[in-house]
């Protein structure tokens, strides 16, 4: 039987679960990862404030610098926790009641928030970014999950794009509302850094409405008739028996199978292209350099002649450009695929930082350069969105089948807030020594990975797990040999009869 392919415009019930679980989702993620730039000022302020009224004495700029720090810096200690906790909480209660969940401690984080002014407590603030922290932890862990379990198989990477498309609109909001004429002012701030609650109950009250992911109902929970009562809601009523029976084929492959750990998985010699393709992903999303580019970005836009109480406003045109090319990788993914578009978005990367190096350290003495490197920040931009931030997420959820799943994504998710932890405390060393030349650092990763992608890496367009996993064994069958007939990535015997069933379908 052909398999039958749709559009996700015939899929209403899944547009409105991308925009549910976006908005609620790696929304809050983007939102918190940019909205304390604006408010800086006051929140120091409130910092100097509390250590004044508690203890008579103001904070000296190297202990104030030092909290500063530590308050943008413990939202990567809370997502690394969320990331952690997610998995069991996504296993035990399902990918839906998590995100339910998830949503009551943004909430709380963001009444602390609110309050801290009146308290004259930066440390209501510090606990808020905590719980800020798990709950985007979480966020970044089940939100793809459930998004790409519950689409079809050739809509999978359209809606798995879409985390990163909300995650880029979470920073333009960020930006957008941090304004003085919307909520960036000295009394305002506070509700500008409690927004967030106000998006989480929005997901409380809508989230509801949607269907449990079909794949965890069938494969974790052995629920059929749930499982096709939400395919039915969330596909429409077109003929999906032929993807319902690869699924209802896995179900009966895994049913002997093990959740594996985290540790099962690192020890996995036939995973072992599969982990390594991970691990090099998500350490080159944090290295490949798109900091440096937003940081330099506003060097750039005032050498250009752009006004000082003007360039929050040009700002939004490096958040839009982000947004914009987001959806562009959403709409492209499906046809141009994963591989092309990782290898493009790095390789162009690598190309602007070359050229940014250059335009940066010639600005001062070439009167139109600083427009040169202009157009060089948001090729940039644009080259990331459009590849690296929308692709490497969405990854996850299909190279891994439900036994490994939950480790891969505690392993991926561990090793992102690990990095943005680390690059945010060493970033700033590299340009304060380095200047522009920290973008030649950033370009050994960008070849670097385009370079892994293209020679180790097959395309994923359109296949399953099983079906990703024998693509990496044959691209990889020569390095095998010795070891014995191998079998797709991971696998047991049981899930190479499952494919060879698949194929045959």
Known sequence: MAKQSTSLLECPLLVAAVFITGIGGTFQYGFNIAV?????????????????????????????????????????????LGSLLAVQM????????????????????AVLMILSKRAVSFEMIMVARFLYGVNTGVILTVHPMYLVESAPKNLRGTVGVTTATFSSLGKFFAQLLGIKEL??????WVWLLGFSGFVALFQLF??????????????????QEGFERAV?????????????????????????????SVMELLQSRPLRWVVLTVIVNFVTIQLCGINAVYLYST??????????????????????????????????????????????????????????????????????MPYCSIVLIFLSIFSFSCGPSGVTMSLLAEFFTQSYKPAGYALACSINWVGLFVVGMVFPLLVKHLKSYCFLIFLFFTIALATFVGINVPE??????????????????????????????????????????????
């Open 36 to 80: 304390m730039t604006s408010p800086s000022l006051f929140i120091k302020e409130l910092v100097n404030t509390t250590s004044t009224e508690r203890y008579g004495l103001p904070l000296e700029e190297g202990q104030l610098t030092l909290i500063w720090s530590f308050l943008v810096s413990i939202f990567c200690v809370g997502g690394l």
């Open 90 to 109: 996504g296993k035990k209660y399902g990918r839906k009641q998590c995100l339910l969940m998830n949503n009551l401690v943004a909430i709380v984080a």
């Open 183 to 188: 909520l960036g002012t000295e009394d305002l």
């Open 206 to 223: 809508t989230l509801p409405l949607l269907p449990e992911s079909p794949r965890y109902l069938l494969l974790n929970r052995g629920d």
């Open 232 to 260: 039915k809601r969330l596909w429409g009523s077109r003929d999906y028996s032929v993807e319902t029976q690869e699924m209802l084929q896995e179900k009966i492959e895994l049913q002997d199978i093990k959740i594996h």
């Open 299 to 368: 060097e750039v836009f005032t050498a250009a002649g752009i006004p000082q109480n003007q360039l929050n406003y040009v700002a939004f045109g490096t958040g839009l450009c982000e947004v914009i090319s987001s959806v562009i990788c959403a709409v492209a993914v499906g046809s141009i695929g994963r591989k092309k578009l990782l290898i493009g978005g790095y390789g162009c990367m690598a190309v602007t930082q070359m050229l940014l190096t250059i335009t940066l350290n010639l600005q001062d003495h070439v009167k139109w």
């Open 460 to 505: 994923t367009n359109n296949l399953s797990p099983l079906e990703i996993q024998e693509a990496f064994r044959k691209m990889h069958s020569k390095t095998e040999k010795g070891g014995g007939p191998a079998t797709p990535c991971g696998t047991t015997d049981n899930e190479m009869h499952g494919l060879k069933c698949q194929t045959k379908l």
